[in-house]
């Protein structure tokens, strides 16, 4: 972990997050998530404490002398508190307070059975927000194939990158992390979440595309020879530089790049093969990389035009009054 992204922890954080990250095998960017939510809870203890004068700024203040005893004191009640303050004051949203609930859970359960430094836990009873279940966001299928298009002629590396999302579903953190290695004839093995690794299957479009792109790739000076994805510097591609990418196509294409993004091309892919490809949802799960059948569900979703056939179909919609109206 590189640990000068969590400057000014104090070593009880610095202690949690190297847990975190080598014995639960969470990645830098959760870490990063984790520190950023315990480092609010901890200046906002400060103020509410009155540790600190009232017009400190907030994203200014320490919080490396944190101790131990301070986080024993803090009460299920200071942690409500810190709810309503992520509210009211800094206007978080449902999904964003309920990770923060679960960060202290997670950081309080460490404190108090893999650390035993005190005994009470309170954010044992702390509940969380109830987030409002919303659909996710896709391209339909002729959105779809319009953005491959954008990019079919143009750059064979961007369409390659688009054609792995669009087809695998792929998590943004999966795409740039594919090496060369990886690929087989017919698979991929990608790095997901919790750095767990699974098997993708290649359709035909995806295989095309790839070798289309490995017969252009640079080969000099390239300083990640495995790396499959490369920017112009010849280095492995980073998350922004895919992000630009398919904002410029989805620009290309005439579609809506404030409501569509990267991550949105994997709902994409897993909304199209859920709704064409009649994939069983623990299929869909097992593709997705997903730990929770539960999250793979929200592809389940459907459209008004399905409902209304669905009642179309049913066999009494044909049987009609025999009364004649006047």
Known sequence: MQMSSFEGAPQVLSDFLSYIDTVKGKSLNTSKEYFYDIRTFLRFLKVHKKLVPDNTDFNCINIDDVTIQMLSDVTLSDLYEYLAYTNRIRGNTAASRARKVSSLKTFYKYLTTKKNYFSNNPAKDLETPKIGKTLPKYLD?????????????????????????????????????????????????????????????????????????????????????????????????????????????????????????????????????????????????????????????????????????????????????KEKRG
Do not use: W
């Open 141 to 321: 299928l002729n959105s779809s194939k319009a953005l491959l298009s954008a990019a079919d002629g143009v750059n064979k590396r961007d369409y390659c990158m688009l054609t792995l999302l669009l087809n695998c579903g792929l998590r943004l953190s999966e795409l740039i992390g594919i090496n060369i290695s990886d690929i087989k004839t017919t698979t991929l093995t990608v790095t997901g979440k919790g750095n767990k690794q699974r098997t993708v299957y290649l359709n035909e479009a995806c295989i095309k595309a790839i070798k289309i792109y490995l017969e252009v790739r640079p080969k000099d000076k390239v300083k990640d020879r495995d790396a499959l994805f490369l920017n112009k510097n010849n280095q492995r591609i980073g998350a922004r530089g895919v992000q630009l990418m398919v904002k410029k196509y989805l620009n290309l294409a005439g579609l809506d790049t404030k409501k569509y993004s990267t991550h949105k091309l994997r709902h994409t892919a897993a909304t199209l093969l859920y709704r064409h490809g009649n994939v069983d949802i623990r299929v869909l799960q097992e593709i997705l990389g997903h730990e929770n059948l539960s999250t793979t569900q929200i592809y389940t979703h459907t459209e008004s035009s399905q409902l209304q056939d669905a009642i179309n179909k049913n066999p009494l919609s044909g049987i009609s009054s």
